[in-house]
Every structure is written in C-alpha cells, then in structure tokens.
C-alpha cells in the first residue's frame, strides 16, 4: 500500500509538471511580434518621463548609487554587497543597457511561471525573450536576492558575507554562468574598484540566525521555478549599431578607448555593425 501511494505521488507530480511545461511552452510560442511591440510601447509610455531623464553612469557614480542598497540586501541575506555590485556592473552594462534604462532590471532577469508584474521583450538566447519590469532600480536589486534564493544555490549562503571570492566560485558552480571566466570576470572588477570595502563579517551567532532564517526561505521557495533567468555572463553587454565608433561607445560607458579594446582584443579602431562588445572594465 505504501509504496503504490508513492507512485501515485509520483506520478502526479509527473502529470503537474507536464503540464506546467505544456502551458510555458505554448505562452512562449504564441506570443506575436505584434503583441511584443505593442507590450514594448507601453512599457516605453508608461516610464517615458524616467527615460527621458535618464542619466549614464559611469563605473564610478554606478556604484556611488547603488552601494546602499546592496549592503542592505547582504546584511539582510548574505550575499557580499561587492558581489552583487559587480554582477550589476557586468549585467547591465554599468546601468546603461536598454534593459536597466527602460525596465530597470540590472541583473537581466527573465520572467517566470511566478513573475505577477509587468514584462518587457527583446532577443537574448532566443527571439522575444520575456524579462522582468521593476518600478525602480532598487526592486531589481532586490530581486536579485529573492531570486538567489533558489535551492541549487542554497550552499551559497553557508558562506560567510564578505567571502567574495567563494561566492564568485560557487555561483558559477551552480550554474549561474556558463562563462568559464565567470568567476574571474566578478573577482577582477570587486578587486579594480575595492568593492570588497562595502563588505562587512559576521559573528558566529548572527551567522546561524541569518542561515536558518534564509535557509528557511529557500526551503519555502522548493517547487517554484529554478530556471536559469539572468542574461548569460559570456554574452556581450553592447552591440554595434550603424554610426557607432569606439570612441562614442567608450563614452556611452564610461570607459577609455584603450580600456574599451583591451575588454574584447580590439588591435585597431575598427569595429563592424552587430559586433557584441564587452563594456564593463
């Protein structure tokens, strides 16, 4: 009796999943592009006055802004603040990609089964891929921790907070990137910029009352969607458009030209129209 109540279990979860499955996947294909421009504009109207007003940022005034709440979300759940600042440097481009100007999502994450907010569409691993809108900058961040707090990167939060360099490691460990260099790319720009300033250590106790209470999230989280949903690590951050030079790229980003060649072994000034470039030093 016992072991037939188990297949049945079994079973059904096999049946729930199938069809969850069967629902994503027809979402996906049934989306038109027409639908996605339309989505898109709206988006665009609905957040026109920030985007109007919008204001690059250099590496430098990136991490002046987003400092603060990046040591709130690594006190609140341990994910070290220079983690999570290099890892919005990479993904977003220093906060100048399309998708941070216009849904202020600054680690490129996806939309999920569990995603109730708005959405905004653009090609990444495949065409008309759906992202998440955020009402402000601060959500994506915080996002960012509620997302981590999957069950494959639970031994993440074992670590101590200001293990920066674990971190890095284990992200790409649980699949994070599937960027080999991944590990070394978030390593090499928390060193560049001392990010490891904003990291702070933690007594014994606070560490176990901060594990359990995590931990405990991530054992609620069991069952929702794991999916990968970040913008991969090894895709570049900018592609060349008509009319761009490495010059106005360089200044787009704040970065130098010779900063800007070195990121993607550019031996001269040329570079060609739809050319991925890497544009976080």
Known sequence: MLRFSCMQKQLFLLLIAAICFSSCSSRKKTISNRQVRKNNENIKKDNRD????????????????????????MNQNGIPASITLAQ??????????????????????KCTSDWKG?????????ANECFR???????SYRDHSVFLKRKHYAPLFELDKNDYEGWARGLKKAGYATNPKYPELLI???????????????G????????????????????????????????????????????????????????????????DDHISIGQKLVVVK
């Open 88 to 109: 919005g440097l990479f993904e977003s481009g220093s906060g100048n990609s399309d998708l941070a100007r216009v849904a202020n999502n600054h680690f490129g994450i």
């Open 188 to 202: 090499n720009i928390i060193v560049k910029y001392n990010l490891d300033q904003y990291d702070r250590p933690e």
């Open 204 to 267: 014994e106790v606070a560490k176990i009352k901060r594990e359990d209470r995590v931990l405990t999230q991530i054992n609620n989280n069991i069952g929702k969607t794991d999916t990968l949903t970040q913008t991969r690590p090894d895709d570049k951050i900018y592609t060349v458009k008509t009319g761009d030079t490495l010059y106005n790229v360089s200044k787009r980003f704040g970065i130098t030209v010779e900063e800007l060649k070195a990121l993607n072994n550019i031996v």
């Open 50 to 73: 920030a985007i109007a007003g919008y204001q690059s940022y250099t590496s430098l005034s990136y991490i002046e802004r987003f400092k603060g709440i990046a040591i709130q979300e």
């Open 118 to 126: 708005k959405s905004y569409y653009k090609d990444d691993d495949s």
């Open 133 to 139: 809108v955020y009402d402000n900058p601060d959500d």
